[in-house]
């Protein structure tokens, strides 16, 4: 029988030995953890670009933050995504998910990098963490290796323990903005404040549907002290019909 390490050891001197791969379709590519151009061409990047604060797009009248934002500003000082979520976004999510390719979770990471906040001094990588059953059961957290492969290319501290999720949530998938509201309501604690005060915590999660886990991990750590809570996810649901899924 062949040992995970043994495996973990095997795929990292395939990784080197292989011609990369494109992430989304399997065909060869010059650039490694990049995208084919067939498939880069098929991908809506979202950039820096839509509302300062939540990354939607602005309307005509709004200046650089939009309506909602400047009525109620909220926890989230700023949301960025890399890309928009769709069939080939959310392949590469699963896929790391159930699969544990680290590869993709450099693709992700490079896509994402752009996105962090220029001013890095008092920054935090913070992961969004899983129930430990979970982690248990999986043997790891995706946004966890996302994160770190984030932390290299920024020269950014990450904490993945900053932050716990103490009580099993259930699958949010199909619900309404607040029925999920209420099924993360107070699942996530802080357990040590020292670790996140006075500091600019990143939340690093894969897919943003409605934000509720986020808002639910940035209202902890705005009560724990942290400065500022940004968001950096590798995909976001952009049109409503997708929260579905
Ligand atoms: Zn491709
Ligand atoms: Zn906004």
Redesign the pocket.
């Known amino acids: 029988m062949i040992g995970p390490a043994v495996r973990s050891v095997t795929r990292a001197v395939l990784d080197f030995a292989l011609p990369p791969r494109c992430p989304g379709c399997g065909v060869i590519v010059d650039d490694i953890d990049g995208f084919c151009v067939d498939c880069w061409k098929g991908i809506d990047f979202l950039g820096d670009a839509g509302?300062k604060?939540?990354?939607?797009p602005l309307q005509a009248t709004d200046a650089d933050?939009?309506g909602?934002?400047l009525a109620k500003p909220p926890r989230i000082a700023r949301t960025r995504s890399a890309v928009a979520y769709d069939d080939l976004s959310r392949s590469l999510a699963i896929r790391l998910k159930y699969g544990r390719k680290v590869a993709l979770a450099r693709t992700m990471a490079r896509y994402m990098a752009p996105l962090l906040p220029k001013e890095r001094a008092d920054c935090l990588l913070v992961p969004v963490p899983l129930h430990r059953s979970r982690t248990w059961n999986r043997g790891f957290n995706q946004s966890v290796l996302v994160a770190r492969e984030l932390a290299k290319r920024g020269g950014i501290r990450i904490d993945s323990f900053a932050l716990r999720r103490h009580r099993r949530t259930p699958p949010l998938k199909g619900m309404g903005m607040l029925q999920r509201r209420k099924a993360v309501a107070g699942a996530f604690a802080v357990p040590d404040r020292t670790r996140v005060a006075g500091k600019t915590i990143v939340l690093i999660d894969d897919v943003l549907t409605t934000g509720s886990t986020a808002e639910a991990c940035a209202r902890v750590l705005k009560r724990a002290g942290a400065a500022r809570v940004e968001l950096l996810s590798w995909a976001r649901v952009v049109r409503p019909s997708q929260l579905a899924l």
């Open positions: 509302c604060t939540c990354g939607l933050t939009c909602v934002c």
